[in-house]
Structure formats: C-alpha cells, structure tokens
C-alpha cells in the first residue's frame, strides 16, 4: 500500500517544499493558499484508493473460489473462466503497487527527462494592473501546476484500477473488452499520467530539442526605455508565460483522457483533437522557445523579445 501511495504523497509534499509552506499556514489567504488546502486535503486519497484495491482483491478472491467450486459441481453450467479471471483481477488488485509501477515503466523507465523551468523575471511597483497580473499569476502557478500533477497520479492509479476490472467483462463488450484496444489504452494512459512531467518534457525535447524551457524575457530593442520600465514590461511578458504555462498544462492532461475515449469508441472525441490539445498544450507551455523560433525565421531577433534559461 505505501509503496503505492509514496510517489503521489511525494506530489503533495514538494507543494509545501517549494512554496515552504505547510498545512498550518499562518497569513492571508490567497488563491495559492487554497490550492494548499485542496492538496492537503486530498493527502489521504492514495490510502483511500489502496484500501478500495485491497478490498475489491479480497472479495474477488472469496467469489473466484465460489465459481471454481460451482464448476466443478456443474461444469456446462459454470465455465472456469468465471472463476479463474476474478482469481486473476483479484490478484492484481491485491498487488496493485505492482501493477501502477508496470504502467508507469512502461511509459518512463526513468530515461525521460521531466521538463525544468527557468526563474521568472520582471518587478513591478504600485498597485497598476501589470503589479496584480504578476502577482495573480507567481501566486497560483506553482500550487496549481503541483496540484495539477497531484491530479494526475491519483488519475493514473484510478485509471489502473479500472483497467484491472476489464478484466471481468466478456470479449462481447468490444474495445472495453479484457483484450480491447481501449482497455489497452487506459493502461497506456495511466503511465502517461503517473510520468506527465516526463511526458512534457519529452514532447519539448521532440520540439525544441530539449527539456529546459527557456521563459526568461528581455526585450532586445530597450531605446528610450529607463531600467524601471523595462521591469514593468518584462513583468507583463511572464504574466503572460505564466498564463499560457497553466492553459497548456490543462490542454496536454486532456489530450490524454481524449485519446483514451477514442479508444474506448466514444462518438464525441476524435484522434486529432487529443493529439491538437497535446501539441497544443506541449506548445504552450514552451511559449517561450516558440516565439524564439518564430523571431529567428521571420529575422525580427533585434526588434522582438529574446527568451532564455
């Protein structure tokens, strides 16, 4: 069970870390600070979910041994398979810490690189309306995106637990059949979604070569601008960054979960809008490096902005 649940509590341990905050938090609150308190709150969801899995193991198990006994009393009646797939999703989810760490292998045998951001720059002075966007944007980015992944491997763990129980159904049900090209899917999402910041920073590194986003803005034309005014403008820029950063998150976790549906048949999602809201997402997040490419093939390098790490 805590093998299981120690990555997922880790997510919601490093919130604090980074943000050197805890759940007696002391001083106004903050849309960052509710983020906090939703994390903490959900501190004991992983125990939760293990619990369920153990339970559902045992109760399998009881009804595997009642089918393979109503075989042997009636064999054309009761087939063994019956009994042998509950003893068999019975066994994984008893051993579902196994079976979370083989979804998440599968998509990153700890060689993909996650993805690293640099420091936000730009200060600002007063109360105008580049001074609040900073603040809003510092203030939630981090809680959210760590809530974010939090998110995710609770998703990926659940989403285990639910390929493990296709395990039940009959052939007859198609792609969420035990063999089906969706339940097949929901394994592969599941990795996905226990490894997303590997995931992101390998969709980076298929786009730009690399997984260190380089958000770091500097004007490259600063005539007749003093030193403040810079800051104010640079402030602006990774508000924006910020901004575009949270929409991408949002837009490549759903990219997975569309994928999945088209696999599992469903009429209201398409292959190419999962794949548009993962490299969508994956280009939003590295705004940063786009616009550097875009400024560098148009020749704007000396008019535009230069982003680095």
Known sequence: MYKMTGKILSVFASL????????????????????????DSSGQLPNLLAALSYMFG??????????????????????????????????LFLGLPIVVEAAFITMNNNNIDAITLGTFTGATSGTGLDAMMKALMINIHDPLIWLM?????????????????????SSQEGPRGPGGIGTLMTFIVAGALLSVDAMMGAWSSSLFATNDVANIAALSYTGGMTAAEEDHVHAVISSILIFMMILGWVSFI?????????????????????????????LAVNLGPLMNVVQDTLGLTGYGVNFSI
Not at 254 to 282: K, P, Q, Y
Request: some cysteine; hydrophobic content about 50%.
């Open 16 to 39: 604090y870390t980074i943000l050197g905050a805890s759940s007696a938090y002391a001083g106004p609150a903050t849309i960052g600070d509710m983020f906090i308190n939703i994390a």
């Open 58 to 91: 045992i109760t399998l198990g009881v009804l595997a041994i009642a089918k393979l006994y109503e075989h042997v009393q009636n064999p054309h009646q009761t087939p063994v398979w019956d009994g042998l797939k509950r003893m068999l999703a019975g066994s």
């Open 149 to 169: 992944n939090g998110f995710c491997y609770l998703a990926g763990v659940a989403l285990v637990m639910v390929g493990i129980s296709r395990l039940l159904k």
């Open 254 to 282: 759903r990219g997975w979960f569309i994928i999945r549906d088209v696999a599992e048949g469903g009429h209201n999602a398409s292959l190419m809008a999962g794949i548009t809201h993962l490299f969508g997402g994956a």
